[in-house]
């Protein structure tokens, strides 16, 4: 089968080397587990692991108030709430390293201008991929459109499972935890509270 496929996808042209020290710690981590790195299968899995957390921690290597940059002015004077909801994300918990899976409501209201609605996503993507709780991943994500859109107010509400708690300790699959942070309109007036939580579905 190894002669149907190209180049080996762990090894991709143009991309650094893994470091030894990285694929140590890997090996350690899968004999502390109980196997053996030696052993065929296990070969190359310490070089997949660091690249994969690469991935996982793309937001390390970026600023995500970069997406907010580019906004719009003419509204034609809208000025009720913009929302954008079940938006999927996947981030990793900072005290297990063990995957966080979730989806987020993300409203503001906006003062004069706006911004393309999917930049909203990659605000909350580029707080995601780092080693997060959720209470920070929340707060991080609307306080960054809180300081580069100015709005009246912004919503952010966020569910998501942790398998540090399904998959391990008290193993409750199908759990849920939601965080939300109100800021502005959202947080002094009860009323736009309400709205945009029934918006959001809550
Ligand atoms: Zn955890």
Same mark, same amino acid.
Not at 105 to 129: E, F, Q
């Given at each position: 089968?190894?002669?149907?496929?190209?180049? #080996?996808?762990? /090894?991709?042209? !143009?991309?650094?080397?893994? +470091?030894?020290? *990285?694929?140590? @710690?890997? &090996?350690?981590?899968?004999?502390?587990?109980? #196997?053996?790195? /030696?052993?065929? !299968?296990?070969?190359?899995? +310490?070089?997949? *692991?660091?690249? @994969?957390? &690469?991935?996982?921690?793309?937001?390390?290597?970026?600023?995500?108030?970069?997406?907010?940059?580019?906004?719009?002015?003419?509204?034609?004077?809208?000025?009720?709430?913009?929302?954008?909801?079940?938006?999927?994300?996947?981030?990793?918990?900072?005290?297990?390293?063990?995957?966080?899976?979730?989806?987020?409501?993300?409203?503001?209201?906006?003062?004069?201008?706006?911004?393309?609605?999917?930049?909203?996503?990659?605000?909350?993507?580029?707080?995601?991929?780092?080693?997060?709780?959720?209470?920070?991943?929340?707060?991080?994500?609307?306080?960054?459109?809180?300081?580069?859109?100015?709005?009246?107010?912004?919503?952010?509400?966020?569910?998501?499972?942790?398998?540090?708690?399904?998959?391990?300790?008290?193993?409750?699959?199908?759990?849920?935890?939601?965080?939300?942070?109100?800021?502005?309109?959202?947080?002094?007036?009860?009323?736009?509270?309400?709205?945009?939580?029934?918006?959001?579905?809550?």
């Amino acid at each position: 089968m190894s002669s149907l496929v190209g180049p #080996d996808e762990d /090894e991709p042209t !143009g991309k650094p080397p893994v +470091p030894e020290d *990285v694929q140590d @710690a890997i &090996r350690a981590l899968i004999r502390w587990a109980g #196997d053996d790195p /030696e052993r065929e !299968g296990l070969l190359d899995t +310490p070089k997949r *692991v660091a690249r @994969a957390w &690469r991935e996982y921690c793309q937001g390390y290597a970026e600023d995500p108030a970069i997406h907010l940059e580019r906004i719009f002015e003419e509204v034609g004077g809208y000025d009720e709430v913009v929302l954008l909801k079940d938006i999927p994300f996947q981030s990793h918990c900072e005290h297990h390293m063990a995957p966080i899976i979730g989806k987020a409501a993300i409203a503001y209201l906006p003062r004069n201008h706006v911004v393309g609605i999917s930049k909203l996503a990659r605000v909350l993507h580029g707080y995601a991929r780092r080693l997060q709780i959720q209470e920070r991943l929340t707060a991080e994500v609307a306080q960054c459109i809180w300081e580069n859109l100015k709005p009246h107010g912004v919503a952010v509400v966020i569910e998501a499972s942790h398998a540090c708690m399904t998959a391990r300790g008290v193993r409750t699959p199908g759990v849920g935890m939601i965080t939300s942070r109100m800021m502005g309109t959202f947080l002094d007036d009860t009323r736009s509270r309400t709205e945009v939580l029934k918006l959001m579905g809550y």
